[in-house]
């Protein structure tokens, strides 16, 4: 079976959402982009995996917040010399 999967409306199948590192959440199921998903609680940590019911249409989904943490150093602006 062809695949065409970058045909132009060929929505035959479900439709499928950029649901990977987003910033915010994407429902699975509808595409509803949660717009407060930094209130969303994940438990203590930064990172963390909940079941997700979507405000849009209900449905329910895994989803996991992934964290990605930069660092940058710096001199000081006052430092000794
Ligand atoms: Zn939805």
């Given at each position: 079976m062809p695949s065409e999967r970058r045909g132009s409306g060929a929505l035959k199948l479900m439709p499928k959402f950029d649901?990977?590192?987003?910033r915010e959440i994407i429902c699975?199921?509808?595409?509803?982009?949660?717009?407060?998903?930094?209130?969303?609680?994940?438990?203590?940590?930064?990172e963390g995996e909940i079941d997700f019911d979507c405000s849009e249409c209900g449905k329910r989904f895994r989803v996991s917040r992934v964290v990605d943490i930069s660092y940058v150093s710096n001199k000081a602006k006052e430092s000794d010399v």
């Open positions: 649901t990977q590192y987003t699975l199921y509808c595409g509803h982009a949660e717009h407060d998903s930094w209130e969303v609680d994940f438990g203590d940590g930064l």
